[in-house]
């Protein structure tokens, strides 16, 4: 068994230099790598593209890394929670490039699975299309979309054994499972991390295989965005 | 009398049959789900990787794992399943999915939607609303007929940046029901009470067909 179990966060990211291209699990604050994110901004590389659906809150998630200018491009489906994202878009201080939500899971399913572009019907006659390759299927118009792949993909899992393997919890599952295979170095924090063989082989969302590192997260916070209950 | 968003909302429930899985954007469309009948059994989606979907959570009941696309804290129902992003959308891609009810800023007679861009103003990005207009087998528009300043939103050609193109089959209004036929065109199907067709060709920019009689609508 190959043990992929590192001490905490600041080690698991030690390697992550300026410039790098990382991926970040989540949809909204929901699933995201809080401890890893954390880690990032002691760390305080730099010029970071960041792949993730969205880009946090203003005090929360990405949205501590916009605050301190750590990021250079986000490529993300929706960032409308943000203010701080959007101030320095329009300033033109942060690249963005906006995803289709599907194609942008697909590109990260197809980095992790080796198929270097797929075709797909999102974004046909629309600004997404510009410049892109279309073809038709059975008298239908798709795009053709390529891969995405990172060099460090952060996710965070519900629970984790020492081989790697992980278990997300409810809609914390999202873009996690993808970025886990895309990333060269693929980086899961995990509310729970237990010994090899006391997860039901069953029960596996993402095999371990895809995970270089492993660690016990911290202190979840696990905000939520909307707090929305009935009475 | 103008139907208000939960006159719309009634009205959308009556087009959801039995059997069907659905997926319900933000707004309007989320409040459809209240006025579901009980006798027609359904399946909610929720494209951040939810399948069965349930009401808002009891304050006990509150699980930061489980929201919903609006980042809405929810609940899950009995036969409810779980899954990633890339299958959710795979799911809708490959037309599981049977309706798509959303909202839009703007609607073109041959069925073109806008509804995630105002140039210059607002940048939220499309989310998954590109992916669920070029897929859905069916797709329903809850929207107001004019914008605040009286502008119509049923037009010729949008003038806003696109979301997908010839997707939208049938729209409700405050004002009407109108179907989108192949051919370009809104077909007025049914009036709001009390409002005139004559009030509603005012209200709509792009082609209006009205043929026979236009009965109110039943809510």
């Known amino acids: 068994m190959i043990n992929k179990v590192v001490s905490n966060a600041d080690e698991a990211l030690q390697d992550i230099q300026d410039g790098a291209v990382l991926m970040l699990g989540g949809f909204g604050l929901c699933g995201i790598p809080e401890n890893s994110i954390a880690a990032l901004l002691r760390k305080g590389v730099k010029g970071l593209t960041c792949i993730s659906n969205n880009a946090g809150v203003d005090d929360f998630g990405i949205g501590l890394m916009l605050q301190t200018r750590q ?18 878009l329009l300033s033109g201080e942060l690249e963005v490039e906006l995803i289709p939500q599907g194609t942008l899971a697909e590109r990260i399913r197809a980095g992790g699975a080796g198929i270097p572009a797929f075709f797909t019907p999102a974004g046909v006659g629309t600004e997404v299309a510009r410049g892109k390759e279309t073809r038709e299927f059975g008298g239908k118009t798709y795009l053709m979309e390529s891969w995405l792949r990172a060099d460090f993909a952060l996710v965070k899992a519900w629970k984790g054994d020492t081989a790697g393997n992980l278990i997300y919890k409810g809609t914390a599952r999202n873009f996690n499972p993808m970025m886990a295979a895309a990333g060269k170095i693929t980086i899961a924090e995990v509310e729970e991390l237990v010994p090899a063989g006391e997860l039901d082989p069953n029960m596996i969302h993402t095999p371990g295989i895809y995970v270089q590192r492993i660690y016990q997260g911290q202190q979840y916070e696990k905000r939520i965005e909307q707090r929305t209950v009935r009475s | ?31 459809v789900a209240n006025y579901i009948p009980d006798n027609i059994n359904v399946e909610l989606q929720s494209e951040n990787g939810l399948l069965g979907m349930g009401p808002f959570p009891t304050e006990a009941e509150v699980d930061a794992d489980l929201i919903n696309a609006g980042k809405q804290t929810v609940t899950y129902l009995p036969g409810a399943s779980i899954f990633s992003s890339a299958e959710s959308f795979g799911m809708i891609r490959g037309q599981h999915v049977h309706l798509t009810i959303l909202g839009a800023m703007e609607v073109s007679e041959r069925g073109d939607i806008a509804n995630w861009k105002i140039p210059g103003k607002m940048v939220k990005g499309m989310g998954g609303a590109m992916d669920l207009v070029a897929s859905a087998e069916n797709i329903i ?39 989108v036929l192949p051919e370009g065109g809104f077909k007025l199907l049914e009036r709001a009470p009390g409002i005139s067709v004559e009030e509603i060709r005012e209200a709509t920019e792009g082609k209006l067909v009205v043929e026979g009689e236009i009965p109110e609508i039943q809510i």
């Open chain 2, 141 to 179: 528009v809850a929207m107001q007929h004019r914008s605040r300043d009286g502008a119509s939103k049923l037009l010729k050609e949008c003038s806003l940046p696109i979301t997908g193109l010839r997707c939208v089959k049938k729209i409700v209004t405050d004002l009407a029901v109108l179907e």
């Open chain 1, 71 to 88: 990021v250079k491009k986000m490529i993300s489906s929706y960032v409308g929670e943000n203010a701080e994202f959007e101030r320095q």
């Open chain 2, 1 to 31: 009398m103008a139907l208000d968003k939960i006159g719309i909302a009634k009205r959308i429930a009556r087009e959801v049959k039995d059997g069907m899985y659905i997926n319900l954007g933000i707004g309007i469309p989320t409040l």
